[in-house]
């Protein structure tokens, strides 16, 4: 199955192809109605086979009588509609068309809205910048909480980027999970979120300090053999890995098309080179799905490739060019890697 959307509204097609496109930002009342979201899942105690009332729960959705997924006697349903109106509220304007998506996977256990906040994230001095997005996203089969996390879309590409919220410097999602106290929780959510300028501030700070920090071949294998570990097992097959790494080192030579010359060879460049792969490449594999790249294992790699490069960079020096010439790359060596073309052979030069 190539896809596992239940329902999806949005300003522009994605990449299932499915759902409405309106063509503009949207109200919550928009996307709740024209997402096919307006319903309210209910809990309810399970039946054996034999009739009689068994010690497990199950959520359903009232609207196709789906099952959404079993859960435990203290699981507290929480509408996902309260999401919506916490970002309008936080946002400041009930009405506002600020909705870029929304939708649902399976058959409704997992929601999610997306709404563009009047922000932007800007790294460096030549106009490369991310639209910044708060993401909210909630199941009703006891595997998410109710989570709201900052989504950049870089501009020049589409490539997407979540980082966690969190009122703190850690890396903890602001989040609010189905349990007795989950009322309580949400009541004081709002608190919490009304930090997000704080937090895009910061993210903003942290991928600038990656886009002055120059990769060398020994500090980009140690970030792909993180991410891509090899296997254990000597005799096993290589070919996937090593598919991988050429996706990803190509996106990494590329630059984006040289988009913005002064980034090539940096940290952040291959923090871009890692999401494209993810959002472009990666979701376009028999075996994957596109929606892995904003809720599944695309997403737990794009977090962990910033967690990763981030620390990587604490060691690496700070890039002390100020104008960059592109300059013919010498003859490679027959059989050499890619990793060796690239970080061997050079990627032009630096002059101060």
């Known amino acids: 199955m190539a896809h596992n959307i239940c329902s999806y509204i949005g300003r522009q097609a994605a990449w299932h192809k499915l759902g409405t496109v309106t063509g503009k930002y949207m109200t919550s009342a928009e996307v709740l109605a024209g997402g096919n979201l307006n319903w ?20 359903f959705r009232p609207d196709t009588n789906a099952f959404l997924g ?30 870029e998506t929304a939708g649902a996977l399976g058959v409704g256990e997992v929601v999610w809205g997306l ?17 910044v997005y708060l993401l909210f996203t909630t199941s009703h ?48 959510a709002h608190a919490a979120l009304a930090t997000i300028g704080a937090e895009v501030k910061t993210v903003e700070e942290k991928l600038n300090f990656l886009a002055t920090r120059k ?27 090593n598919n991988i790494l050429t996706d990803v080192l190509r996106c990494y030579e590329s630059n984006d098309g040289n988009a913005f010359p002064d980034q090539r060879g940096t940290a952040y460049n291959l923090l871009n080179a890692i999401t494209e792969y993810t959002d472009h490449l990666r979701s376009t ?14 997403d737990r790699l794009k977090t962990q490739a910033m967690e990763v490069l981030m620390e990587t960079a604490d060691g690496l020096q700070a890039v002390t060019r100020t ?30």
């Open 40 to 59: 309210i899942p209910f809990k309810q105690q399970l039946f054996s086979q034999a009739g009689v009332l068994v010690n497990a729960w199950g959520i």
């Open 141 to 188: 089969n006891g595997t998410i909480s109710h989570l709201y996390r900052i989504t950049l879309t870089r501009v020049v590409c589409q490539n997407t980027l979540k980082i966690a919220l969190s009122s703190k410097a850690t890396s903890s999602i602001f989040k609010v999970r189905h349990t007795a106290n989950a009322q309580s929780k949400l009541d004081s």
């Open 323 to 352: 104008v960059y010439v592109d300059t013919p790359r010498p003859a490679v060596v027959p059989g050499a890697s890619l990793l060796d073309q690239i970080c061997e052979v050079g990627v032009g030069t630096e002059v101060n």
């Open 115 to 131: 709404a563009k906040l009047n922000m932007s994230v800007n790294v460096g001095t030549s106009g490369d910048s991310s639209d």
């Open 70 to 99: 079993a859960v435990g006697e203290s699981y507290t349903v929480i509408d996902h509609a309260q999401g919506f109106q916490l970002i309008d509220a936080l946002i400041g304007a009930q009405d506002g068309a600020y909705y």
């Open 215 to 241: 990769m060398t071949r020994e500090s980009t294998v140690s970030v792909l053999d993180r991410l891509f570990p090899k296997s254990k097992d000597p005799e096993a097959n290589s070919t996937r890995r």
């Open 285 to 298: 594999r028999a075996n994957d799905t596109g929606e892995s790249a904003m809720f599944g294992s695309g």
